[in-house]
């Protein structure tokens, strides 16, 4: 059973989903109404920075929520780098707030250790809302076939190249992975001092698009048994094409082996790199980090082997419920104020990222600027998830990813013996 699930909407289907309310408080509840909530108040974690000018927003927020329910929200902002461990605690001792942010691959595990409430219930009783959420997020809320995680933003890599580069050799955006070479062969014989596709060996997320747009998977689940498939035939020739652009190729250096994706982007804004995958949060920031690259950037979708698109990893957030919260219907009706209609859209302008229920996201499909149209396009109809087991975050402390691309790249193992080996150690953590 596949576990890598691809949205299915296709552009022209967004624009026939029912739309959202036009309120600032989103999309009507069964009964028409909100929650009476005098007197009581909310605890809300949101994660700290994805919004560096998040103040006025909150504050908008709250102001609507007491005017809505008369109930006050108390929104306190957490370090992600500290809020896995504050969460762990928080479960432990029967702290933990009434809602909060839940990363993409955090939801299914606090589910998994019974701290979240199930919102299907509130979903279904919203016209409309379950076929509005982008499937991809959907997914990676849902455990054990509830959903846990309100999908509330997402973001999503794809291609990223110098523009300037491309037409000054006369190229256009690669559209298979035989014109990702071509580009990178032209491109290495004219800039010998340029990385035409740099493969950073410490960035898990950077590799699976290369292992499904070869038709392969991470790993798939049949019953409760998780298994690997990074070292099934697909898989390989999709790992042996992304290493391949390095060491056979020689379109990275030594170097990048070591690289996370923040020296990918570093070294783009530095101008030495043509061809990247980054995310769709990303073109402001390297334009800011170096305003002569402006007009110079362009996006494209991720090319799957003979064409198409490769699939890529929906990174973003769920708004979770909290099964320590004291009103579960209040806490929706922050969940919902928060993740759609006009609160929505405006995190998502805000942050560069996407809403997490499509019809919030037409301006961006419609969009003929050339940053936001591809990662819109990739993410409706390319965006994945990893697979949804509370034992994934083993994989990713592990580097077992990591690790494989790594001991290809520096020549220690071959792509056989590095992907089975891989796929050995993931299955066993998938299933412990």
């Known amino acids: ?123 279904d009783a919203e016209k409309g809302l379950r076929d509005d959420l982008v499937e991809g997020l959907e997914v990676a809320g849902t455990y054990d076939d509830e959903l846990y995680g309100m999908p509330w933003y997402a973001g999503v890599r794809s291609l990223v190249y110098r523009t300037d580069v491309f037409e000054e050799l006369g190229l256009e955006a690669p559209k298979t992975w035989d014109d990702i070479v071509a580009a990178g062969e032209a491109i290495k014989a004219a800039k010998p001092d340029m990385l035409p596709f740099p493969v950073a060996g410490d960035a898990e997320f950077q590799v699976y698009p290369w292992v499904w747009g070869a038709g392969g998977e991470v790993a798939t689940l049949d019953g409760k048994e998780w298994t690997s498939e990074l070292d099934s035939k697909q898989s390989q020739e999709g790992i042996e094409f992304y290493t391949g652009l390095a060491t056979e190729h020689g379109f990275s250096s030594a170097g990048a082996t070591t690289w996370k994706e923040t020296d990918l982007r570093d070294a783009f804004t530095q101008g030495n790199v043509a061809m990247m995958l980054s995310g769709s949060w990303t073109p402001k920031a390297l334009v800011e980090a170096n305003p002569d690259l402006e007009g110079k950037i362009g996006a494209a979708v991720i090319p799957g082997k003979d064409g198409g698109i490769a699939p890529s990893v929906l990174g973003g957030s769920h708004l979770s419920i909290f099964n320590t919260t004291k009103n579960a219907d209040l806490a929706w009706e922050f969940v919902k104020m928060m993740t759609t209609g006009d609160f929505a859209e405006q995190w998502a302008d805000e942050t560069g990222y996407f809403p997490g229920v499509q019809s919030a996201m037409e301006e961006a499909l419609a969009s003929t600027d050339p940053l936001v149209a591809p990662f819109a396009q990739q993410m409706v109809e390319g965006g994945a998830s990893v697979p949804v087991t509370p034992n994934f975050g083993a994989v990713q402390a592990k580097k077992t990813t990591n690790s494989m691309i790594q001991a290809i790249l520096s020549g220690q193992k071959d792509v056989a013996t590095a992907t089975k080996d891989a796929a050995a150690e993931m299955t066993e953590l998938l299933n412990q």
């Open 1 to 123: 059973m596949h576990k890598r699930i691809l949205s299915a909407v296709a552009l022209g289907a967004v624009a026939t989903l029912s739309l959202a309310a036009c309120s600032t408080g989103g999309t009507d509840g069964g009964d028409g109404g909100s929650v009476d909530g005098k007197g009581q108040e909310l605890t809300v974690w949101i994660m700290k920075g994805t919004n560096p000018d998040s103040t006025a927003f909150y504050d908008a927020v709250a102001k609507e929520f007491k005017a809505e329910t008369g109930a006050t929200v108390k929104i306190e902002e957490v370090q992600w780098a500290d809020a896995h461990d504050r969460f762990v605690t928080s479960i432990a001792g029967q702290t933990t707030p009434d809602v909060a942010e839940t990363g993409t691959t955090w939801t299914a595990e606090f589910a998994d250790a019974g701290a979240l409430l199930p919102i299907d219930e509130y979903v």
